[in-house]
């Protein structure tokens, strides 16, 4: 079993940062895939960035590369999602998630272990 606890969430003015961290309890992290989705309200949950906790091999949706980095840290079982440059399009619900598999996944239906989710909200 995975408990997920997300904090890092608050209101920032676009072209500010955030970084985001969630806190990951479980077994055997390095055969998992974690991720960050974002829901914002009126919408279905998207993909943001993906990570294999193994090697560390990441990917991110188009509309995140170059601004976001999502990394994990080994020795706290933290899972951080930097965010650079935000605009008020990323004003969201921010979500961790994470899945037992080898290879990164981008779908919600591929995620079995959720967080409950921290409130990002960017100013214009």
């Known amino acids: 079993q995975m408990q997920l606890v997300e904090s890092g969430g608050g209101l920032v003015q676009a072209g500010g940062s955030l970084r985001l961290s969630c806190a990951a309890s479980?077994?055997?992290?390095?055969?998992?895939?974690m991720g960050w989705f974002r829901q914002a309200p009126g919408q279905e949950r998207e993909f943001v960035a993906a990570?294999?906790?193994?090697?560390?091999?990441?990917y991110y949706a188009d509309s995140v590369k170059g601004r976001f980095t999502i990394s994990r840290d080994n020795a706290k079982n933290t899972l951080d999602l930097q965010m650079n440059n935000l605009k008020p399009e990323d004003t969201a619900v921010y979500y961790c998630?994470?899945?037992?598999?080898?290879?990164?996944?981008?779908?919600?239906?591929?995620?079995?272990?959720w967080g409950q989710g921290t409130q990002v909200t960017v100013s214009s």
């Open positions: 990570i294999r906790w193994a090697g560390g091999t990441t």
């Open positions: 479980g077994r055997n992290l390095f055969t998992y895939v």
């Open positions: 998630a994470a899945t037992r598999n080898l290879y990164l996944k981008t779908t919600t239906s591929d995620y079995s272990y």
